[in-house]
């Protein structure tokens, strides 16, 4: 039986723990990460009813519909990042307040549709883009604000990689535990 515990809840497969060294398979798998999450996110996602989808993940969490919102809103911005990376000398990238946008209405009352049709296009752009990097270009990086920590492009494809597959396992678990499957 899983544990219910407010970590587990948080953080059901753990926290990204990138690789000292990124072979290209590891890009490669990553990739096809973000390749699949599209398809595997709808269609967990797409037959839920308005109660299911406004349910939130785990006690004081965001909801099935603000988890999709805010993926969209994350992986929006990771391009982005992705963008300013390999087209700029590390530059400092800006952050965003990612809990006030889950509340914004867009987040919280629009159609799920919206930003499932939104990640399976921006993440066909995504792809396309990663699959025909250059060794150099996965090493370019762009610095985030919050500590000044430096990430590179591939280290960004695992965590994007890690992204969709937390988020994903907040809504199967708890689709598993309310027998929603």
């Known amino acids: 039986m899983k544990s219910n515990t407010l970590k587990s809840l948080q953080y059901p497969i753990g926290d990204f723990i990138c690789p000292e060294e990124i072979t290209k398979e590891q890009i490669k798998k990553w990739i096809k990460t973000l390749e699949s999450f599209p398809v595997k996110l709808t269609n967990i996602v797409l037959n839920l009813n308005n109660e299911q989808l406004n349910t939130p993940y785990r006690p004081n969490g965001w909801t099935v519909i603000q988890l999709v919102h805010h993926i969209a809103d994350s992986h929006h911005n990771s391009y982005t ?79 994007y990689a890690w992204h969709s597959n937390h988020h994903y396992a907040h809504i199967k678990n708890l689709c598993e535990r309310e027998g929603w499957l």
């Open 81 to 159: 990042r992705f963008k300013w990376a390999l087209t700029e000398e590390a530059p400092i990238i800006k952050a965003y307040e990612e809990k006030d946008w889950a509340n914004l209405v867009d987040a919280s009352t629009s159609p799920v549709i919206l930003s499932l049709n939104y990640i399976t296009a921006l993440h066909a752009k995504l792809v396309y883009l990663l699959k025909g990097l250059t060794d150099e270009q996965l090493n370019r990086y762009f610095i985030h604000p919050s500590g000044e920590t430096k990430v590179t492009v591939a280290e960004n494809i695992g965590s």
